[in-house]
């Protein structure tokens, strides 16, 4: 297992917030930590 900083996006269910996840995903940043304050939408993802 490699020792990779995990990079993390704090209010990432809104749009702004999972437009930038999409764009650090389809860049190759991994892993990525997605965060928010409404559980319900964390399930969603």
Known sequence: MKNEP???VI???G????AA???LHRAGVAPLLV???DPA???AC
């Open 6 to 8: 995990t990079v993390g």
């Open 11 to 13: 209010g990432g269910y």
């Open 21 to 23: 996840v999409r764009r």
């Open 15 to 18: 749009a702004v917030g999972s």
């Open 41 to 43: 939408r964390a399930e």
């Open 35 to 37: 965060a928010g304050r």
